[in-house]
């Protein structure tokens, strides 16, 4: 069973920054797609960005392109989002995902979120 752990959670101001961190406990196994989603309250989980196991074709939520940027450490079994230009609309609980393919079968597992909460 694989566990994600997700860091990096905080109070930021508008307009300031953080980076989420997500480490895959198999280390054994590289997760194929990484991506990070995030539920702010009364609202559905949405998608945020995503990334390929070797790190090309990052896609991303028009509401975060240009602000956000996904990246991944596979000799960590890691993904990081790093967030600039926080608005309190980026107020939310941030979910990372990951999706393993072991002998074509697809896996699919979540992290606990870390709570992000953009005020002044």
């Known amino acids: 069973q694989v566990q994600l752990v997700e860091s990096g959670g905080g109070l930021v101001q508008p307009g300031g920054s953080l980076r989420l961190s997500c480490a895959a406990s198999?280390?054994?196994?590289?997760?194929?797609?990484m991506s990070w989603y995030r539920q702010a309250p009364g609202k559905e989980r949405e998608f945020v960005a995503s990334i390929t196991r070797n790190g090309g074709s990052p896609k991303y939520a028009d509401s975060v392109k240009g602000r956000f940027t996904i990246s991944r450490d596979n000799a960590k079994n890691t993904v990081y989002l790093q967030m600039n230009n926080l608005t309190p609309e980026d107020t939310a609980v941030y979910y990372c995902?990951?999706?393993?393919?072991?002998?074509?079968?697809?896996?699919?597992?979540w992290g606990q979120g870390t709570q992000v909460t953009v005020s002044s």
């Open positions: 198999d280390s054994t196994v590289s997760p194929n797609d």
């Open positions: 995902y990951a999706q393993y393919v072991v002998l074509f079968k697809k896996y699919d597992y």
